[in-house]
């Protein structure tokens, strides 16, 4: 009996693994972004105060999820990314029409060191939130990317950080994570 439950968790973990492997091999679309370099005027703000993280997130589609939970914009320690827990500091996006651009201030953050900036979508009956930007790597499905993402938040000197500007699905179907 025992043989037979190792032989079907085997053969359950291989069949988890390809489906894995097929899903994130699928032609995906990418819209890739470079970070703007210049002061977005809607989200200049000369407070900087401590250990925070502030910028802007522009959704590059308006398929909003309008009832059952919030979008947040979220900031994780580098070590740990990609998230298994909760993020240190969050920014909720209060969604307005089909505006697509929100400023967002991460503040109070624990300690000088990198931070992945990502946003999500919290579900009110909790469970796991789909993350669908991360700044980057932006909107991209890259496993690669969505594993160590190119550019961080970087406190590690003792300061805040301003523009950290990214782009973000707003459909939860085109999920990165």
């Known amino acids: 009996m025992k043989k037979t439950f190792l032989k079907h968790l085997g053969l359950f973990v ?34 900087l105060t401590g250990l925070m993280i502030k ?28 998230p298994t827990g909760g993020p240190s500091a969050y920014d909720t996006v209060r969604i307005s029409g089909n505006n697509l651009n929100y400023c967002y201030t991460l503040s109070n953050l624990p300690s000088a060191q990198k931070y992945v900036v990502s946003v999500g979508f919290r579900k009110a009956s909790g469970g796991q939130s789909p993350i669908m930007g991360i700044y980057g790597c932006d909107t991209s499905h890259s496993f690669t990317c969505l594993l160590s993402p190119t550019l961080k938040a970087d406190l590690s000197g003792g300061s805040g950080v301003r523009y950290i500007n990214f782009l973000s699905w707003a459909d939860t179907t085109n999920k990165i994570y």
């Open 14 to 47: 291989i069949v988890a693994f390809v489906g894995i492997l097929i899903n994130s091999c699928g032609e995906d679309t990418i819209i890739t972004n470079n970070p703007p370099t210049t002061p977005d005027t809607a989200c200049t703000d000369s407070t």
């Open 55 to 82: 910028g802007r997130v522009t959704f590059v589609d308006t398929n909003f999820v309008r009832t059952g939970g919030v979008y947040l914009i979220s900031a994780y320690p580098e070590t740990g990314w990609p």
